[in-house]
């Protein structure tokens, strides 16, 4: 009876201390620079909007975040994991974009006293796009969780390129056109050969091609970033890693993806055919997570992208 007794305890302890699997994963990238790696599948209750890259640069002035997360716990969770790397507040949120994971969980920062800023163009779009954020965010994650989610707009925006100091620490954003979304920039670190991309790139995960994507620039931005020749690239979404897998999961795919929808539209394929598009050379990227969930929006997207140029 005590052995079952001790058996049941036991159990229910080894239960009680299982770890959780995290939500985000921490990943050293330099001696000052931390990728937070969130799951690669979409948003979720589980996941309330953690479901990307963010960025931590720990400078003497303080920490910089790149990104904020889609959501009022998501920003809390976010903040949890810098805590894990350092004590220093955190005096700069940088918004790559208007994609909800970059600039939703601004309001929470912002009580806390960060600066938040975003280039002119996803300013923009963020107003644009802000109601339908939140309401899809109400479907997806629940009321009760994405309570104390608000938009929270950035206090300095730039037009073309930035660059901020902090301590020893030197930032540059760089706007190069519409990309994935109209706004969409990257934060290069000359010092540390680190670029983090935003939405630019997605690696072990099919990118998403929206409807507002300018596909076409798309490639022009990657290429200028790859011009920097960085050492590490942070991206959206994936673990960080060099410019090669950068170029593999994204540049090469997007270039593939458009010669495909354009060889559709030029043997007479039509827009009602094109999200069954499943061809070679695009079937090597089934192997990235959520390629079946994208695939066909991609080309749709791409499709109407190509019509009218
Ligand atoms: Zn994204």
Redesign the pocket.
Known sequence: MRMLMFLILFSLTSFANAEPTPRIEIQKVTDNVYALVGQRGPMSKWNFGTN?TFGVVVTSEGVVLIDSGASDKAARYIHEQIKKITDKPVVLVINTGS?D?RWLGNTYFKSLGAKIITSKAALVHQHERASELLSRLDTIIFPQFSVGTDTTYADETFEKEKTITLGDTTLILKYEGPN?MPGDFYVWLPEESVAFSG?IV?TQRML?VARVSDTDSWINVFKSMQALNPEHVVP??GHATDINEAKADTLNYLVLLRQAVRNFIDSGGEIQDVRSLNQYPLSPYERLIGYDMLMGRNSLHVYMELEWE
């Open positions: 990307a994609e994971l994935y939405d997605s998403a959206g979404h």
